[in-house]
C-alpha cells in the first residue's frame, strides 16, 4: 500500500492537467478494487468494469473521465485510454442519487444496482441541505447502469479542504452471484477512499487538458476556447435523455445551447419548445404546461395543447425554472416522476410524456431550495446533468466573432448579397468593454452601431464597416451616459477580486480591496505628479502639512501587498511613484 500510495504521490505531483491526474488515480483504484474482489468470496465470479471521474464543482460538472478495465492490462496505460468529455462513447454517466447521497453523507456509497438501493458507509450524515437518508434511486438510474453490465457501484467524494466536495469516483463491477449481498466494497472502502482524498486536490485544481476547437455550426456559431471544455461536456450529455440544467447570468446564452443540445441528441427530427416563464403569469403556467381542455375555464372556447404536447418525442426547453410557482412545481415534479400529466379540464387518461427536459436559471436554486421557494425534490430531479455558463466577461476569446457573426447576421436580412466588415480598432474596443449583459448586450450593441453606420452612409449600402467611432457612439447609449465607465470598471476590478478568490479556493481578504486607492494615487502621480495628484483626489490638506509623502508610501505598500498575495510584479506606475524620481 505505501509503495502504491508513493507512487501515486510522484504521479500526482507530474501531472500538469487534470486527465493526467485522473488516469493516475483511476489506475490504483481499479487494481485495488479487483484486489479486493480476488481475495473475497466472490472470487472468479465477477469483475471490476470500470472507473470514473466526475469533477462538479458548485454543482455544475466541469469533466467527465472513464477508465476502462481493460486499459490496465496494457504496458503503460496513456490519456488516450481515457473516456473524455469530448470522446465517442456517452453512456458512463452516474447516478443523480448516487451524488446526492455523497454529497449529503459526506462519504463513500454502495449501490445494489438490482436491489435498487444505495447505503452510505459510515458517520453522521453532513447535510447541505436535506437531512433524510437516501435509499433508493430512481429508475432511470438503475436502468442506465443494468444496461453498461454494472450490478455493484461504489462512489468515493472528491473532498478537498475546507469540507468542500468537488465531485466524485465512481468504481463499477459486474457480479451477479453479489445481488441482494453485501459486496466488497465496505471492506475496501478505506484503502480506496486514502486515494481518493490524495488524489481530490489536485483533480480539483488542475487545469483541463487542452482541447481543440469543437466545430461550430447554425446554432452555435462561435466556439472560443473558454467554452471548448464545456461543450464537450455538453456533447456527452445531449446525447442522454436525463435532464440538463443550464445556469448561468441572463443573456448568456442559455437557450442557445439548449437548442444545440436538442440538434446532437436522438430527438433532433422531432420538435424542441422553448417555454420562457418570464413571459408567463404564474396562473397561466400550469395551463401553458400541460393545456387545456374546451370549457376548461372561461375563455376556453377550443382545445389548446401545451408546451409537452407540442414536444412530443422532443426536447422541451423551460428557461427561468425558479419563476414556477409551487403548485406548477409539484405538477412539472409529478411528469418528470412519472412521465404522465393531464390538461386543465381533461376528465380523462392521463397522457404519456415523451420528451426530453432542458432547464434554465439564473437564480441560485439550492439557496431557493432553502427559503422554501423552490421544492427540494424537484432540485434534485432537475438537478441531474448541471452546468454553468460562464458569463461574457469570462469569454473575452468570443466577444469578436461573436460580434463578427452578428453583424454579418443583420446584414444579410438588410441586405442578402452585401458584406460587412468589423475594423479590427471596432473589435478591440469591443473586448475591452465590460459585458454585465453578456450576448444580448453585445447583439443590442452591434446594431445600434450598424444602425449609425447606415446614418452615416445615407441609407442601404452593400458593403459597409462598423469602425471604432460607430462602436464608441454605440456604447455610449449604454446606461445612459459615458460617466458609467468608472462604475463598470470599479465592477470589473470587484469582479476580479473575486474570480482571484474562487481561482485560489482560500479566503482573499477584503481588507486587500483598500489597495485600491494605493492603484489610483500611483496612476495620479504618474499623470501630474506628486502634489498635483493629492490635490487632484481631494487630499490637499496632506500636501499643506507636507504628510502627503508619508500616505503616499502607505497606501502603495498596502498595494505592494496585494500585488504579494496573488504573486503577481508590482506594476511599474506603483515602483516608479514611490520612487526619489517621482514628482
Not at 77 to 92: H, I, N, T, Y
Not at 322 to 334: I, R, T, V
Not at 439 to 463: C, F, H, K, P, W
Not at 553 to 571: D, I
Amino acid at each position: 500500500m505505501s509503495e502504491e500510495l508513493q507512487a501515486l504521490a510522484s504521479a500526482l505531483h507530474a501531472a500538469r492537467h487534470f486527465e493526467q491526474a485522473a488516469l493516475a488515480t483511476l489506475h490504483p483504484l481499479l487494481r485495488m478494487a479487483e484486489q479486493a474482489l480476488q481475495a473475497s468470496r466472490f472470487a472468479g465470479k465477477g469483475r471490476l468494469l470500470r472507473g470514473m471521474v466526475h469533477l462538479r464543482p458548485a454543482e455544475s460538472y466541469r469533466r467527465l473521465v472513464a477508465l476502462e478495465r481493460e486499459a490496465l492490462d496494457t504496458p503503460a496505460p496513456s490519456e488516450d485510454s481515457l473516456l473524455l468529455a469530448d470522446g465517442p462513447r456517452v453512456s458512463l454517466l452516474a447516478s443523480a442519487s448516487a451524488w446526492r447521497a455523497v454529497v449529503e453523507h459526506g462519504c463513500a456509497v454502495s449501490i445494489d444496482v438490482g436491489q435498487g438501493t444505495l447505503q452510505p458507509h459510515e458517520g453522521p450524515a453532513r447535510s447541505l441541505s436535506a437531512p433524510s437518508l437516501v435509499t433508493a434511486f430512481t429508475q432511470e438510474s438503475q436502468q442506465r447502469l443494468l444496461s453498461r453490465e454494472a450490478t455493484h457501484v461504489c462512489v468515493f467524494p472528491l473532498r478537498v479542504p475546507g469540507e468542500r466536495i468537488d465531485g466524485m469516483i465512481a468504481l463499477e463491477a459486474s457480479c451477479m452471484a453479489a445481488l441482494g449481498q453485501e459486496f466488497i466494497w465496505r471492506e475496501a472502502s478505506p484503502r480506496l477512499q486514502l486515494i481518493v482524498d490524495m488524489a481530490a486536490p489536485y483533480l480539483s485544481a488542475l487545469p483541463p487538458r487542452p482541447v481543440k476547437l469543437p466545430e461550430t455550426d447554425e446554432f452555435l456559431p462561435v466556439v472560443g476556447s473558454s467554452m471548448a471544455n464545456l461543450v464537450g461536456v455538453l456533447r456527452i450529455f445531449a446525447q442522454q435523455d436525463e435532464t440538463i440544467l443550464v445556469s448561468g447570468p441572463t443573456g448568456a446564452g442559455k437557450s442557445r445551447l439548449a437548442r444545440w443540445c436538442h440538434e446532437r441528441s436522438a430527438r433532433r427530427q422531432r420538435r424542441f419548445e422553448s417555454l420562457d416563464l418570464m413571459t408567463v403569469p404564474e396562473e397561466l403556467q400550469m395551463s401553458e404546461l400541460f393545456g387545456w381542455r374546451k370549457g376548461a375555464f372561461s375563455g376556453a372556447v377550443k382545445d389548446n395543447p401545451g408546451c409537452l404536447a407540442r414536444a412530443e418525442g422532443g426536447t422541451l426547453f423551460i428557461d427561468e425554472i425558479d419563476k414556477l410557482s409551487l403548485k406548477a412545481q409539484a405538477g412539472l415534479l409529478h411528469v418528470l416522476e412519472d412521465r404522465t400529466y393531464r390538461a386543465l379540464g381533461d376528465a380523462g387518461s392521463e397522457q404519456r410524456a415523451n420528451v426530453r427536459f432542458i432547464v434554465g436559471t439564473n437564480a441560485d436554486l439550492l439557496d431557493a431550495v432553502r427559503r422554501g421557494t423552490f421544492r427540494e425534490d424537484l432540485y434534485y430531479r432537475i438537478n441531474v446533468l448541471p452546468v454553468r455558463v460562464p458569463p461574457l466577461d469570462e469569454r473575452r476569446d468570443e466577444v469578436g466573432p461573436w460580434a463578427r457573426y452578428m453583424l454579418a447576421r443583420h446584414h444579410r436580412e438588410k441586405n442578402p448579397a452585401g458584406v460587412a466588415r468589423l475594423a479590427s480598432e471596432a473589435e478591440q474596443r469591443l473586448e475591452q468593454s465590460p459585458w454585465p449583459g453578456n450576448l444580448r448586450q453585445l447583439d443590442n450593441i452591434i446594431r445600434r452601431a450598424y444602425t449609425l453606420a447606415m446614418v452615416e452612409l445615407g441609407g442601404a449600402s452593400q458593403e459597409l464597416e462598423l469602425r471604432e467611432a460607430h462602436i464608441r457612439q454605440a456604447l455610449a447609449y449604454e446606461g445612459g451616459a459615458q460617466s458609467s465607465a468608472l462604475v463598470d470598471a470599479l465592477s470589473l476590478a470587484a469582479r476580479a477580486f473575486v474570480l482571484e478568490a474562487q481561482r485560489r479556493q482560500a479566503p482573499l481578504d477584503i481588507d486587500l480591496a483598500e489597495s485600491f486607492r494605493g492603484f489610483v494615487l500611483a496612476e495620479a502621480v504618474q499623470q501630474v505628479g506628486r502634489e498635483e495628484a493629492f490635490k487632484l483626489v481631494g487630499r490637499e490638506s496632506l500636501v499643506r502639512s507636507r504628510n502627503h509623502l508619508k500616505a503616499l508610501r502607505q497606501e502603495l505598500k498596502k498595494a505592494e501587498a496585494l500585488c504579494a498575495e496573488v504573486k503577481q510584479p508590482v506594476p511599474a506606475s506603483l515602483s516608479k511613484a514611490g520612487s526619489d524620481e517621482a514628482s
